[in-house]
């Protein structure tokens, strides 16, 4: 195994480590921060800096050599941007107005929470297979 290959494994892990402890650290900031509104806006930042983590590796994973292995990559980063970029608006929106597109805030946070487990299981996955595959 070329040390490059040893780094962006290292990557990986790294990216799988801080996208799991993620959900537990949001359920934290919910327990001790008293303003809900405060600690969704906390919660928040945490994920969205989730979503440019998982683009910036996304970026390198292009190249040839990484390209097939990152699939499931690619598309935990795909589910992530939904989650950010099309559900956070929809939550707004919902949360603002009292529902949106028949749908009520808890149920898009809901949806947006599905989508969050499965990008960290392709994550998980993808970090599986490529330990499969040089054991």
């Known amino acids: 195994m070329t040390l490059l290959h040893r780094f962006w494994r290292l990557l990986l892990l790294l990216w799988a480590g801080s ?32 979503t440019y983590i998982g683009l910036g590796l996304a970026l390198p994973a292009l190249l040839p050599p990484l390209r097939a292995r990152f699939l499931p990559g690619f598309v935990a980063v795909a589910l992530l941007a939904v ?36 990008a960290c299981l392709c994550v998980v996955v993808m970090i599986y297979k490529d330990e499969y595959r040089h054991a």
């Open 19 to 50: 996208l799991c402890s993620l959900l537990w650290v949001a359920a934290v900031v919910f327990h001790f921060q008293s303003d809900r509104h405060v600690a969704g806006l906390i919660a928040g930042r945490l994920f969205s800096i989730e």
């Open 83 to 118: 989650n950010e970029w099309i559900l956070k608006a929809a939550m707004s929106l919902a949360l603002a107005h009292g529902g949106t597109a028949y749908l009520s805030f808890g149920a898009w946070h809901g949806v947006s929470a599905v989508l969050y487990l499965l």
